[in-house]
């Protein structure tokens, strides 16, 4: 219960200010360039791992994250009754904002406390409600709270959302049990804030993002974008991970003895030791190589699935085939993925689950050959031609095991990542995994659209499945080094 409670807490406002603002600020009019700038609302869950030691080192999971839910409720409940006001879409920008770092430190904190409280037998066993309840709260978003909003109105709209999120937090409060004994409170927490060090620390991240940011909206860039054109495909968001990705690679490979040396001369250096017992994991280098490209196929795929179902002259149908086949479809995929790994161990399943995950690729590869006139008449026709009840099926039967084998493969990710969590730094290294998952969707997501317009349809797909190979040879031995590691 409380597994599927906590995650649907999760996907809940992710979705909620990653997805639902920006159909809320069109709505209301706000320019396009506006609602670009949204992207900044991404930055946190991909810096979340430089605070998530703290979550660790002071006070308790089930505290970060009752905290974080009866704020997050605030938010959205202000945000509500900032609609009706002159001017009140500033102010609500400004609250999403700052719910994005709220959202993401309550992801955090969700996902040390799942650590904390269950086995590594019952994290892989539960990890399939983990997905379902996720994914149900982000339908919960895109469904129930648009639809709220474009019918009666957004100010209803958010005040349900931060009635949904409150009831949450009560429920939580009287029947989410401690799983762990409390550390340092975070009233020392926030007396460390005062020190030089983190001012200084703060200052150089601002100057940071205002200097990356400047450069963004640069003549300069603006050239380099129209020279290269797949340079717009880059936000805010997606450079800052590319530093850091340059910044962690540096700290593995150039300075891990000497950081190594400082940590263990000063033993009271939590969050250098929540970093550096990350990196200093046998085999690091080649771990983190496999972690980017696990879903180098996955995200290849799915950045052009939406794009062929418009031009195939399906996107009438494409929701519903989304919500009554795909959603269900993904539920039962990691419901069945997280017992079998449960059953037979993260070894055993990692291959055949990954190779049904990308064998999908093939398939769609298959299913874009067998269709490609249609994909010709209706690419940017007005009136497209339906491809017919039989074609129709079959698209729905591939996209419907497309979402299985994916909740089979994001069984295996999850799972993989908890693999790496070590002692009393579950939270932060879950953190940086997931922040390192992610990356190759940034890349990915860049070079997609080139690639499907250039090849084709049916040869992209093909590829992605080529680009997927190396992750799943690189899977096997990751598990292997892992579990050499427990033992």
Sequence with gaps: MWCCTTYFAEGFPFTLIRTVSSVF????????????????????????????????????????????????????????????????????????????????????????????????????????????????????????????????????????????????????????????????????????????????????????????KSFLNSNLYLFLQAKYSFLKNIGFSGWTSVFLLLGLSGFAFYKKRRLACQVKMKKESFYSQAFLSFMDQGHIGFIISCIILLRTGEFLLSAMVSPFMVDLGISNHYGWISALIGLPASIIGALIGGSLISHYSLKKMVLPFLLAQNGTNIIYMGLAFFLDNFVRINTGSINPMFIGFGNLTVVASVHGFDQFAGGLGTAILMTFLMQICRGKYKAAHYAIGSGLMSLSGLFTGVISGFLAARMGYGYFFGFSFILSIPGMIMAIPAVKLLNKEKM
């Excluded at 927490?189 to 005062?194: E, S």
Aim: net charge positive; glycine share 10%; with cysteine.
């Design 25 to 212: 600020f069109r709505i209301k009019n706000v320019s396009l360039e506006s609602i670009g700038l949204t992207s900044l609302y991404g930055l946190p869950w991909v810096l979340k791992f430089l605070w998530a030691p703290y979550i660790d080192r002071f006070g308790t999971k089930r505290q970060w994250m009752l905290v974080m839910q009866i704020i997050l409720a605030t938010l959205f409940v202000l945000a509500g009754l900032f609609v009706p006001i002159k001017n009140g879409i500033i102010c609500i920008a400004v609250l999403f904002l700052a719910g994005s770092v709220i959202a993401s430190t309550h992801d955090i904190a969700i996902d040390g406390y799942y650590m904390e409280a269950l086995d590594k037998n019952d994290q892989a066993k539960y990890v399939g409600y983990r997905v379902m309840a996720y994914r149900i709260g982000m339908m919960a978003g895109t469904g129930l709270i648009v639809t709220i909003g474009s019918t009666i109105g957004w100010l209803i709209a958010f005040i349900c959302a931060g009635i949904l999120l409150g009831a949450l937090f009560i429920w939580h409060l009287f029947f989410l049990k401690e799983c762990e004994t409390g550390k340092k409170s975070v009233v020392a927490m926030l007396r460390g804030f005062v020190k030089p060090q983190f001012v200084l620390g703060v200052v150089c991240c601002l100057f940071f993002v205002a200097g990356l």
